[in-house]
T-cell receptor
Framework: AQSVTQLDSQVPVFEEAPVELRCNYS??????LFWYVQYPNQGLQLLLK??????LVKGINGFEAEFNKSQTSFHLRKPSVHISDTAEYFCAVSDQSTGGFKTIFGAGTRLFVKA | DTEVTQTPKHLVMGMTNKKSLKCEQH?????MYWYKQKAKKPPELMFVYSYEKLSINESVPSRFSPECPNSSLLNLHLHALQPEDSALYLCASSPMGGGSETQYFGPGTRLLVL
């Protein structure tokens, strides 16, 4: 079964500073990877996803992620964060099982942007 | 319209009550999901419906009973729950249930079992 590991449970950063949220996945022949964001008291929203092709994926709100097959990583980056980026970020992988596909989420990284 | 709606927003129930959670989407999606999310934890998959048929049940206790009356609606019937079932219950949908698809999440129902 697929799995993802988010290496940081919390990341505090000052406003307008760059940020990187780290994610490693278990190796597989092919993999679909996702980053979702959850703002307080809300559901999850897709930031970006990697399916195939270019290893640099651009998403919404100025976020991007790089798929690195040799390091089995899919780190999320933003060059300049805003207070409004404070949220929980989940890396996820799609896993095929009997009956269909399941999304397996990492433990999450809480990004806290300080003024 | 990329919205998934969930009702109620909040629910408090006793261990002997019967209640239902409702989820609705009008995006024409044919796959719908129930997740359970405890505080400061990731969502955990409970059930997947594909074309109105239950395709995945993650060994969820029978006190949770899902139902998909049509392609736009998903219900979760609750009976004889335990306090440890208190959590945020999230519904999601995707076009066909494929592994590459984006899931669209509702805001959740926050459940408290007393």
């Amino acid at each position: 079964a697929q799995s993802v590991t988010q290496l940081d449970s919390q990341v505090p950063v000052f406003e307008e500073a760059p940020v990187e949220l780290r994610c490693n996945y278990s190796s597989s022949v092919s993999v679909y990877l996702f980053w979702y964001v959850q703002y307080p008291n809300q559901g999850l929203q897709l930031l970006l996803k990697y399916l195939s092709g270019s290893t640099l994926v651009k998403g919404i709100n100025g976020f991007e992620a790089e798929f690195n097959k040799s390091q089995t990583s899919f780190h999320l980056r933003k060059p300049s964060v805003h207070i409004s980026d404070t949220a929980e970020y989940f890396c996820a992988v799609s896993d095929q099982s009997t009956g269909g596909f399941k999304t397996i989420f990492g433990a999450g990284t809480r990004l806290f942007v300080k003024a | 319209d990329t919205e998934v709606t969930q009702t109620p927003k909040h629910l408090v129930m006793g261990m002997t009550n019967k209640k239902s959670l409702k989820c609705e989407q009008h995006m024409g999606h044919r796959a719908m999901y129930w997740y359970k999310q405890k505080a400061k934890k990731p969502p955990e998959l409970m059930f997947v419906y594909s074309y109105e048929k239950l395709s995945i049940n993650e060994s969820v206790p029978s006190r949770f009973s899902p139902e998909c009356p049509n392609s736009s609606l998903l219900n979760l019937h609750l009976h004889a729950l335990q306090p440890e079932d208190s959590a945020l219950y999230l519904c999601a949908s995707s076009p066909m249930g494929g592994g590459s698809e984006t899931q669209y999440f509702g805001p959740g129902t926050r459940l408290l079992v007393l």
